[in-house]
C-alpha cells in the first residue's frame, strides 16, 4: 500500500507565496510521473504541473512562469513552489503518482492520489 500526503497549504495574500510539499510512503520500488492537481466546487481537477522520473516538467499556461515543480527522488517527495499567487489559484491542490508497487514477488504500477490540501488567495 502506498500513500501520499501532502503538506504546506493554507491562507495567503494575493502576491505572496507557498510550498507544497506531497511524500510518498510505503511498499514502493520506484515513482514515475509525479504531478499537482487542482479543483474548486462544481468544476473538473486540472493539471498544474507534472514531472518526470528524469525530471522533465510541464505546466498549465495559468501558472508558468510563477509556479516550479521539483522533486527529492531520494526521498520520495515533490513539491510546488508557488509565487505571485493569484486569486484564481485558490483550490484544492492533490498531489499524485504513478508508482511501481511491491507486490511480492512482482511490481505493480498504481497511481495514487493525496488527501488534497487547500490554498486560498485573498485579493
Known amino acids: 500500500q502506498v500513500q501520499l500526503v501532502e503538506s504546506g497549504g493554507g491562507l495567503v495574500q494575493a502576491g505572496g507565496s507557498l510550498r507544497l510539499s506531497c511524500a510518498a510512503s510505503g511498499s514502493i520500488f520506484s515513482i514515475n510521473a509525479m504531478g499537482w492537481y487542482r479543483q474548486n466546487p462544481g468544476k473538473q481537477r486540472e493539471m498544474v504541473a507534472v514531472?518526470?522520473?528524469?525530471?522533465?516538467?510541464n505546466y498549465t499556461d495559468p501558472v508558468k512562469g510563477r509556479f516550479t515543480i521539483s522533486r527529492d527522488n531520494a526521498k520520495n517527495t515533490v513539491y510546488l513552489q508557488m509565487n505571485s499567487l493569484k486569486p484564481e489559484d485558490t483550490a484544492v491542490y492533490y498531489c499524485?503518482?504513478?508508482?511501481?508497487?511491491?507486490?511480492?514477488?512482482?511490481?505493480?504500477?498504481?497511481?495514487?492520489w493525496g488527501q488534497g490540501t487547500l490554498v486560498t488567495v485573498t485579493s
Open positions: 514531472i518526470s522520473s528524469s525530471g522533465g516538467t
Open positions: 499524485n503518482g504513478l508508482v511501481r508497487v511491491i507486490t511480492f514477488p512482482t511490481v505493480s504500477a498504481v497511481e495514487v
